[in-house]
């Protein structure tokens, strides 16, 4: 047979082994078109579905809070300063649900598309990514109910002001999805091993909401909890993202003592954190999406 | 030859593949396991018994799907790909359009490679043509841009320029497959990868598939892996072509050898051990032994006698009957009986049973067939082996052409009186 020509370059190789801390940003920038693509996906087929399924976005935050408002501050008297309670648990679930949404839908990345992921290769972590992206729609939606609410307790006062680090709100939205994202793709990863982790996934954002200070301020568990167990909630850097929303749009008046602690330094800690968190699900996701269709 | 750049090397090419006993799958199943284990009790989920018919290593957990497979592939080349189901080749396929990565070995590549494994992945019910037509191409690894320019042909190719705005979901699943091919076929990739697709479509379409890759091949000079049941296909796109045998390279050369090899066969082809069948229905007796077609070795020809030899097992019967059906590529049921329906009674022997089934004239067109046995006791059927053995059928009429592909599966000696 003819002798492989040494000298001359591959393109490329396929090989069983690759560095750990190879990204390939190259190459999902080469396929950035898919990502649009899949974006465009699934946003026109969210538009196309029945009319209960858009209607859904506006109808689950909407209730979610009522419930939240009837619990925490009407039974376990939560106080909201002079900010309305129901306002005040929309935007802490405005945000969460962004967060949870893209956790959600990316933890299940390999097994939903162990179809497509076994005939073609692209780098699978468009698929996530697009999720990602494509979740910016809904939260679009919710956000917009969240304004009209807004605009509507305002009008009595009950709303507080809007802080100027309101400019900030990118870079908390950027903080969620990316944390959603790392979370969902470590998340993914470990489901093709273990499929009944996905029921666990489900029950765990549940959980967390909890301890992420969606439905009250963190002062309120410094003050009412033992820090044995406030530090749950202290250490969260989630708490921290959505404190800081809230902060961003009411100024902190649903504090008791309303004070200036908006810290930029701390937006700027939790930039790090999910930088840390994406890039090590980034890892993991790599490592996985190699042979994961042998295991499946 | 020698001065042709290679576009594709594979070297030493390996996958492994490890028989389900490691991960149960479930966080359950592992914890159950442990429990099991730390009280000194056997593994609840450890399958005993699995068996893989088609390897070598028998009592190994490590099946190899591909073994030390080297081969170049140069630049305009077409090269088939033909072996067995469970030869190898989707695994070898596989590896190519990096769905996995192998075990051990090297894929080289001077070229972008693109794969046609089963068209159509990806498209949205929701989304109408046009919007498919983006999508498919961009997770084949087009870019928008070049979607666009090669938008017009793709429609016109597969001929759906009134659909192009309705919803995929309204389509006829024919439609579907042509949009599918038209996509991939209008890849620009150095090396095409095409796995089977042809086996779609009603005939024009297919004729036209085929004038494509032909097209692909010949006059645009790109490189073409191709994989393929279908022998016609392969002899008339391909030059060179492999034969995969148990994971193996038993053969790379010119086409037409390569086809010879593989229509002649291993032993198995025309003799095979019925025990531990993998088709046996469930629950049934393993009565059937082992089954020989003609002598074991010779061709079976169209048009002549044929001879079936059945070792049977009937030391708990006291009447038996015995059944045969034939089935093409296609899954059709072309031709059966059993003794039941000539009214023959048979009785077990002492000793050794075999029942020779003798076909008359065998009415079946040149190509592959499967042929499902069934073992009964008088009343109802005890033993029964679906797709038991396949084996290929020869035209040898001296005076006489072998039928088209499309005159069907079937024949019949016919007298033109005039």
Known sequence: MNKPQENNTWLFEISPKSSLFDFKFKEIWRYRDLLLLFVRRDVVTLYKQTVLGPLWYLIQPLLTS????????????????????????????????????????????????????????????????????????????????????????SLS????????????????????????????????????????????VQFGIQLFMYVSAVMYPIAIVQEKLPSYV?????????????????????????????????????????????????????IIFNRTERNFIDTV | ???????????????????????????????????????????????????????????????????EVSFNVEKGEVLGIIGKNGAGKSTLLKLLSKVTTPTTGTIRSRGRIAS?????????????????????????????????TKFDEIVEFAGVQRYVNTPVKRYSSGMKVRLAFAVAAHLEPEILVV???????????????????????????????FVSHDMTNIQNLCTKSILLENGMMVMHGETEEVIKRYLQGSEETYVKSLKAHENRKKGRQEIMQKVTIGDGSSKVISGQDLKINVELNLTSLEEFSIGYLFKNEKGQVLMASNTMQYGTKLYPKSGKNAIAIVIKNLPLAPASYSLSLFVGNGKFDIDIIEDAITFPVFWEHEHILPPAKKWGSTFGITLWEY
């Open chain 1, 66 to 153: 009522v419930i939240f408002t009837l619990v925490f501050n009407g039974i376990a008297d939560i106080s909201t300063g002079t900010v309305n309670a129901f306002l005040f648990n929309l935007a802490g679930i405005t945000i969460w649900n962004y967060f949870a949404e893209c956790l959600k839908a990316t933890s299940d990345t390999f097994k939903k598309n162990e179809n497509i992921f076994g005939k073609v290769y692209f780098p699978r972590v468009i698929m996530p990514l697009s999720i990602t992206v494509s979740n910016l729609l809904k939260l679009g939606i919710q956000i917009c109910i969240f304004i009209a609410f807004y605009v509507y307790f």
């Open chain 1, 157 to 200: 006062d009950k709303a507080g002001s809007v802080s100027m680090y309101i400019l900030w709100t990118p870079v908390i939205i950027f903080i969620m999805g990316l944390l959603g994202l790392g979370l969902g793709m470590i998340i993914s990863s470990m489901v093709t091993k273990y499929r009944d982790l996905t029921f666990l």
């Open chain 1, 230 to 282: 406030s530090w749950i909630v202290e250490y969260n850097p989630l708490a921290h993202v959505i404190e800081s929303f809230r902060y961003m749009v009411f100024s902190g008046a649903y504090m008791e003592n309303p004070t200036n602690d908006f810290s930029i330094l701390n937006i700027l800690l939790m930039l790090g954190i999910s930088f840390i968190v994406f890039l090590f699900g980034l």
């Open chain 2, 1 to 67: 030859m020698a001065e042709k750049e290679i576009i594709l090397q594979i070297k030493d090419l390996s996958k492994q593949y490890r028989l389900g006993v490691v991960g149960t799958g479930t966080i359950s199943h592992d914890l159950n396991r442990w429990w099991h284990k730390i009280r000194g009790k056997e593994d609840p989920y450890l399958k005993i018994g699995e068996k893989n018919a088609r390897t070598t290593v028998g009592n190994s957990k490590y099946v190899w799907a591909l073994k």
């Open chain 2, 116 to 148: 046609l494994l089963e068209v159509g992945t990806g498209f949205h019910p929701e989304l109408t043509g046009k919007e498919n037509i983006f999508l498919n191409g961009a997770i084949l690894g087009m870019t928008k841009a070049e979607i666009k």
């Open chain 2, 195 to 225: 796995d089977e697709v042809l086996a779609v479509g009603d005939a024009e379409f297919q004729k036209k598939a085929i004038g494509k890759m032909q097209d692909i091949a010949k006059g645009e000079g790109r490189t073409v892996l």
